[in-house]
């Protein structure tokens, strides 16, 4: 198994070095964003809105990590809090952590996606809280809820500008556990062409990867895992992966 290991290791390290791969990713990034091609997928029976690559990474960092929280900002239909629910179903399952939850908050939760939300054989193990993230009220809430859990991992994938994604990891990093993640979706914005998002508040110079960026810059105890990117190649988070360290 070790043999593996390291071969793997070689290989992401021989993508990191390959500019012909990295620009065959990034041509596939850039053609497949306007034709909603991560809205095609669902987990478990409800649309997820991610790549695959990126879901694949979640389950790695989930299995190898074994939060009993998960947090994440922002809903929409709901896949990606299932899927965060059944990975930490099967944590459960083996015996590795007990009473694991998936805490989602979104400003918006519409009322069709909380049925169906609330009616899936997983959603014992969901908590959602309704209200903008980086609100006081709910920020307290989501501290008051995470107390009783020993190892944390967040996901932030709700509003994309600046302002709001460095509010949600001054709000949420510092719940993060040493050694775990938070996962900053949506850092690709920078990469892209910046009149790709003309109806919304976000794009280039002012995206999650910016805020990544202004975080850091304070923040030692978080690093990017470039690891997790250089392996998927096709992810909707460059920069994005953040593991504490400290």
């Given at each position: 198994?070790?043999?593996?290991?390291?071969?793997?290791?070689?290989?992401?390290?021989?993508?990191?070095?390959?500019?012909?791969?990295?620009?065959?990713?990034?041509?596939?990034?850039?053609?497949?964003?306007?034709?909603?091609?991560?809205?095609?997928?669902?987990?478990?029976?409800?649309?997820?809105?991610?790549?695959?690559?990126?879901?694949?990474?979640?389950?790695?960092?989930?299995?190898?990590?074994?939060?009993?929280?998960?947090?994440?900002?922002g809903i929409a239909h709901g896949g990606s809090l299932v899927f965060s629910?059944?990975?930490?179903?099967?944590?459960?399952?083996?015996?590795?952590?007990?009473?694991?939850?998936?805490?989602?908050?979104?400003?918006?939760?519409?009322?069709?996606?909380?049925?169906?939300?609330?009616?899936?054989?997983?959603?014992?193990?969901?908590?959602?809280?309704?209200?903008?993230?980086?609100?006081?009220?709910?920020?307290?809430?989501?501290?008051?809820?995470?107390?009783?859990?020993?190892?944390?991992?967040?996901?932030?994938?709700?509003?994309?500008?600046?302002?709001?994604?460095?509010?949600?990891?001054?709000?949420?990093?510092?719940?993060?556990?040493?050694?775990?993640?938070?996962?900053?979706?949506?850092?690709?914005?920078?990469?892209?062409?910046?009149?790709?998002?003309?109806?919304?508040?976000?794009?280039?110079?002012?995206?999650?990867?910016?805020?990544?960026?202004?975080?850091?810059?304070?923040?030692?105890?978080?690093?990017?895992?470039?690891?997790?990117?250089?392996?998927?190649?096709?992810?909707?988070?460059?920069?994005?992966?953040?593991?504490?360290?400290?």
């Open positions: 198994m070790k043999n593996f290991e390291n071969e793997v290791k070689g290989r992401i390290m021989g993508n990191s070095i390959n500019e012909k791969l990295k620009n065959a990713a990034q041509q596939f990034m850039l053609e497949s964003t306007q034709p909603k091609y991560s809205y095609n997928f669902s987990w478990l029976g409800r649309p997820i809105i991610q790549y695959p690559q990126d879901i694949v990474a979640m389950q790695e960092i989930i299995w190898n990590i074994k939060p009993d929280l998960i947090i994440e900002t629910a059944s990975m930490l179903a099967l944590l459960e399952i083996s015996g590795l952590i007990s009473n694991g939850k998936a805490l989602g908050i979104d400003n918006d939760i519409r009322e069709h996606n909380r049925v169906e939300i609330e009616k899936h054989p997983l959603a014992k193990k969901i908590k959602m809280i309704q209200g903008s993230s980086i609100d006081k009220d709910v920020i307290n809430r989501v501290y008051d809820f995470a107390k009783d859990y020993k190892n944390i991992l967040v996901v932030l994938d709700s509003n994309h500008t600046h302002e709001h994604v460095l509010a949600e990891l001054d709000a949420y990093a510092p719940l993060v556990s040493k050694g775990s993640y938070c996962v900053v979706l949506d850092t690709i914005i920078e990469d892209l062409p910046g009149d790709m998002f003309p109806d919304r508040p976000w794009g280039k110079g002012n995206n999650p990867k910016t805020a990544v960026w202004e975080y850091l810059k304070s923040h030692a105890e978080f690093e990017i895992d470039k690891s997790i990117e250089n392996k998927l190649l096709i992810t909707v988070a460059p920069d994005g992966y953040l593991k504490r360290v400290l």
